[in-house]
């Protein structure tokens, strides 16, 4: 197998991988007749896997030096909390100037 074709089977593991978590949070959202506070349970336990996912398959946090790796995990967690922290002050900011 060619280097291009390993790559391109491992996106589309990735890929389908990502679809499935994704598929199985809505269902559990939308169909899964449990408590809510199991239901955010599980909802972070598929949150944790497909940020495992999509680091190891399309990040490639496996790869590289040490160093490199440190560099991106650390670059990727800053942006991710400044998307969440900042969507949370928007939210707060529009419920109370409504």
Known sequence: ???H???VK????GFILSL???FAALFVV???P???SIKLTVIVVLAILQM????VYFMHVTEGSKLYQVISLGYGIFVAVCVVAGSIWIMLYNTMHL
């Open 1 to 3: 197998m060619s280097q």
């Open 5 to 7: 074709q390993a790559t």
């Open 10 to 13: 491992h996106h589309i593991v």
């Open 20 to 22: 499935l978590l994704t």
């Open 30 to 32: 939308l169909k899964a």
């Open 34 to 36: 449990l408590a809510v």
């Open 52 to 55: 495992a996912v999509q680091l």
